[in-house]
């Protein structure tokens, strides 16, 4: 298994990121001496909170308070009641006109029933994650995306409603994605605040994406400091060439 401890020290410190990597993890049992949430979630998305402090492995039961959360995770819903929820959020949805029936299928759903869902530090995770959600600034976000940009070509997708579909979008394409969030989500964590968006980054490869961040956060440093100099000389009347700000750069 990788280092994952290595890892999530990379992308903390390179981003300097405010809640730890979280690992999600999908998962057909149990790990050994990790154990279930200590009291009821408001939402499935409350997991990533309580997973960046700690391990926990839940089960569908875990999440009945979020059916919407439960239908991402493809949780089979067991019960009538279960069922009715979903139906009444659908409904509420679509009279507000903010989930239309049009729209339901393009809303990632994951391919396999989760069984059982570990979240957990990645620094610490107990089993190989899904997926690694990682809770940035639009600086941060900068970095994020110019790598996984080099790493996986292309633009990685940008999701509104729901948040938590940001996981089944990266665990069944294998490739990154954003989130900015659901009004559901910043209602449930104190950690998404309104400066923040949502990350999943594919666990498979999590180390080839936190050795690309690590390098274009440190670019991002020198250059932001190369262009407020040229800023500073600029406002002040000069015209320095690009070898005459470098020079200015390295000289402190």
């Known amino acids: 298994m990788s280092d994952y401890s290595a890892i999530a020290k990379v992308l903390t410190d390179s981003l300097g990121l405010r809640v730890a990597p979280v690992a999600v993890c999908m998962t057909d049992k149990p790990p050994q001496g990790v154990t279930g949430p200590s009291k009821p979630a408001a939402a499935g998305c409350v997991f990533w909170e309580w997973g960046a402090q700690g391990a926990l492995v839940t089960s569908p039961n875990d999440h009945n308070n979020c059916v919407v959360g439960m239908y991402t995770h493809h949780m089979p819903l067991a019960t009538a009641a279960q069922q009715e929820n979903l ?52 600086r941060q976000s900068l970095a994020i995306t110019e790598a996984v940009q080099q790493v996986e070509p ?20 294998g490739k990154p994605a954003l989130s900015l969030g659901c009004c559901g989500a910043r209602a449930y964590l104190n950690v998404l605040t309104d400066d923040f968006a949502l990350w999943a980054l594919p666990g498979a490869r999590i180390g080839e994406y936190s050795e690309r961040i690590k390098v274009l ?20 009347g000069k015209s320095p060439s690009v070898k005459e700000s470098l020079v200015r750069l390295q000289g402190g």
């Open 217 to 236: 956060a440190g670019a991002n440093d020198i250059l932001t400091k190369f262009h407020q100099l040229r800023r500073t000389d600029v406002e002040a």
């Open 154 to 173: 292309g633009v990685p997708p940008a999701l509104g409603r729901p948040a938590c579909a940001v996981i089944p979008q990266a665990i069944n394409t």
């Open 87 to 138: 139906n009444d959020c659908l409904k509420v949805f679509g009279d507000l006109g903010y989930v239309r029936p049009e729209d339901i299928p393009g809303i990632p759903v994951l391919k396999d029933e989760a069984k059982y869902v570990v979240y957990a530090p990645l620094a610490s995770t107990p089993v190989a994650p899904s997926a690694v959600l990682l809770f940035a600034n639009s």
